[in-house]
């Protein structure tokens, strides 16, 4: 008997191989994904071989068509309840109703999703390159669903390999204008201004949706700095403050000489105006730039990796699931600026658990972990304890989510009568990076 199906091994172009050993093409991946065909080493094997060859030849020309439709279908389908949701709010706002919390089965249900996993195979998709000829195609289907102005992009289109390079890219020079007056606090990010307010009094709350809130120290980290003590008469909360100063150097961190006075009390060591704490949340669309800028010449001195859940940062989960922000893996930034303390939270979601943080490129977000603790300690990582810290200027890129998720401010700012900081945007309000969130006069 004579055997059949052996032929001579294929000769590599090893050039190619090394030109793309580091990527990860996106028919590459499609042929993985597909059943390996039977294999056969008797007198059929030839036939076989040369029938399961057209076959894939045949089986590969309708992957690229088919995964591009199956692209389409999802963005359309996402776009429509996108739109459903923007008609139903819209709705009650032009009515003067505003939407309360009401948790329902939805919520319940996504607790018992791998939405953890979910996101981490998501990134991984979406990091898959793309064939040049379809990425405007998937690109320009993706700007229709969520209104992103392909305009503004600094790359042809033909130049972003990959959605997630896509989602996190740059714009061209000047299309975001900074406002640089040195008594406004600019907008880090586009997006939406969902909530905004003053803090005070001890434990302040943040509202997430009327009739949920949720703390500023619970979203910032026990060991936040944040200025939390109650009002009373000056010299009271200043020897408070003089407590507390004592307390954080016997814990080797007096290097950070932030103020401790709360909202309502005249800074110790100068002769500043009252300094109130102020919180503002944004919320970015899938559609937005989602680049994270410096709301002002800021200073950060520490960071915190909270891990945590992946739940949706839309405007529905944020009716339905209780604490969202604070149950969902995020990374805070503490710091000072002009007026005294400064944080900001970016606030993963259900896929865009990967934060990328351009001042720490080494940090690791949405990683896998065999058990899920919320009461586990943040991960902190203090930026030079000398004081010096990472000076950054407005204006300055600092993280960047790689799909749209929500950013909270907790700052302090002048509120005497001669120097008082008030909003510049409203509820519901769209904003762009660089862009007034408030003013204070001199």
Known sequence: MKWRGFRSPPILNYNRIYHHRRRFHFTTFLRKVQPAPPRSFLGGAAAAGSNGSNSQSQGNSFLVPGATLATIFMLGALHARRLYDDNKIEEARSKGVELEFQPDVKARFLRLLPLRSISRLWGSVTGVELPVWLRPYVYRAWARAFHSNLEEAQLPLEEYASLREFFVRKLKEGSRPIDYDPYCLASPVD????????????????????????????????????????????????????????????????????????????????????????????????????????????????????????????????????????????????????????????????NIGSIELFIEPTLRTNNPQKKLLHSEPPEERLYEPEGKGVLLKKGDEVAAFNMGSTVVLVFQAPISQSSEFSFCVKRGERIRMGEALGRWSD
Request: a neutral charge; hydrophobic letters at 35%.
């Open 191 to 350: 997006g939406t201004v969902l909530r905004f307010g003053e803090l005070r009094g001890p434990g302040a709350m943040i509202d997430q949706v009327k009739g949920c809130t949720y703390s500023a120290s619970s979203l910032l980290g026990a060991n936040s700095y944040l200025p939390m003590i109650a009002a009373g008469d000056a010299n009271e909360e200043e020897n408070i403050g003089e407590e507390n100063t004592t307390m954080k150097s016997a814990t080797q961190k007096s290097w950070w000489r932030i103020s401790l006075a709360s909202p309502k009390v005249r800074d110790t060591e100068s002769s500043s105006p009252l300094k109130g704490l102020f919180y503002c949340v944004i919320y970015l669309k899938p559609g937005d730039y989602h680049r994270i800028h410096s709301p002002g010449d800021w200073n950060i001195l520490i960071r915190r990796h909270f891990t945590g859940n992946l739940f949706p940062v839309n405007e529905r989960a944020t009716r339905t699931i209780r604490s969202l922000y604070v149950e969902n893996e995020r990374v805070v930034l503490e710091g000072q600026w002009q007026e005294g303390y400064m944080a900001m939270a970016a606030v993963g979601a259900t």
